[in-house]
């Protein structure tokens, strides 16, 4: 248990859908990330929040909007998605601070149709 | 950011230690250097992480160069459950930037 959740674990969506990620940590977190980990590329990181505010984006198409209400919830809601944006989505959190650990979920299994 | 270089595959035996290597030799002075592991169908864990001096945790070891070019993640007793793929992050210490940024890493297969 990493404390840290998301959900849906598994989702399939045609181009034309909107659909959304949620993450949820319960550690007390004030830091949280998206990455996406694409069949046979390293894990890349898409979004960081930072006390709610977002301080980093890494290049990520606007296809991909990311939210975050507080410091315990971090969405990524998704529309017109192509099939290349197929992957694994991880989301992670951990203190504000250099050199602590991020936790990382389980991941959401996306595929685009 | 300072890269990394690791084997992409390694293979030990099960009740054996393991030396995980990573070079970086451009790593920074004020660069971290992290480790996180990826198990089958489950997001990264962190393992260790360490800026000069060696370090253990209930985990790992962390041993690290001189001149710190270069790391050696070590399992000191390989399990099944170490099965996964080895990832050597370096994270700079300044600037507050929080981003880890993940290579391809080293895939370790132990062998019962």
């Known amino acids: 248990e990493t404390g840290v959740t998301q959900t849906p674990r598994h989702l399939v969506m045609g181009m034309t859908n909107k659909k959304s990620l949620k993450c949820e940590q319960h550690?007390?977190?004030?830091?949280m990330y998206w990455y996406k980990q694409s069949a046979k590329k390293p894990l890349e990181l898409m979004f960081v929040y930072n006390f709610k505010e977002q301080t980093e984006n890494n290049s990520v198409p606007s296809r991909f909007s990311p939210e975050c209400p507080n410091s315990s919830h971090l969405f990524l809601h998704l529309h017109t998605l192509q099939p290349e944006d197929s992957a694994l989505y991880l989301c992670?959190?951990?203190?504000?601070?250099?050199?602590?650990?991020?936790?990382f979920g389980p991941g959401t299994r996306l595929t685009v149709l | 950011d300072a890269k990394t270089t690791q084997p992409n595959s390694m293979e030990s035996n099960e009740e054996e230690p393991v030396h995980l290597p990573c070079n970086h030799s451009t790593i920074s002075g004020t660069d971290y250097i992290h480790w996180y592991r990826q198990l089958p169908s489950q997001g990264p864990e962190y393992v260790i992480h360490g800026l000069t001096s060696n370090v253990n945790n209930r985990m790992a070891s962390l041993a690290i160069a001189e001149d710190r070019k270069s790391s050696t993640l070590i399992l000191h007793r390989a399990t099944l459950r170490d099965a996964a793929v080895y990832y050597c992050i370096l994270r700079d210490g300044q600037g507050g930037s929080e981003k880890l940024v993940f290579g391809k890493g080293t895939k370790l297969t132990v062998n019962p």
């Open positions: 992670a959190s951990s203190r504000t601070g250099l050199g602590n650990e991020q936790f």
């Open positions: 550690l007390g977190h004030n830091a």
